[in-house]
């Protein structure tokens, strides 16, 4: 049975960090993205990593601040979250996928739960 739980969520000031990390039990997956969504809002792509060869790509929103990466030997994929501001308030959902390199949930194959990240001004 294929599981994802995210954690570190939480609330931090502007301008500060969060490690989100996502633990997967049940098989492995080519790729494991993070998806957002705000209240009102459609869920969007964030970052992904592929397992194998760590390739890792994100949404232009992120880039520069967002850092995902994997750990093989814990089955846990992180999302370091740095320079956080108020529009990044979501709830993050950490995703498996059979594709490679994939931004669209449809192409993502199993969920979390996820975790609220709440940045306050």
């Known amino acids: 049975q294929v599981q994802l739980v995210e954690s570190g969520g939480g609330l931090v000031q502007a301008g500060g960090s969060l490690r989100l990390s996502c633990a997967v039990s049940?098989?492995?997956?080519?790729?494991m993205g993070w998806f957002r969504q705000a209240p009102g809002k459609e869920r969007e792509f964030v970052a992904g990593?592929?397992?194998?060869?760590?390739?890792?790509y994100y949404a232009d929103s992120v880039k520069g601040r967002f850092t995902v990466s994997r750990d093989n030997a814990k089955n846990t994929v992180y999302l370091q979250m740095n320079i956080l501001q108020p529009e990044d308030t979501a709830v993050y959902y950490c995703?498996?996928?059979?594709?490679?390199?994939?931004?669209?949930?449809?192409?993502?194959?199993?969920w979390g739960q996820g975790t609220q990240v709440t940045v306050s001004s």
């Open positions: 990593i592929t397992w194998s060869a760590s390739i890792t």
């Open positions: 995703a498996a996928s059979r594709a490679g390199t994939p931004r669209n949930k449809l192409e993502y194959d199993y």
């Open positions: 049940g098989r492995t997956f080519l790729s």
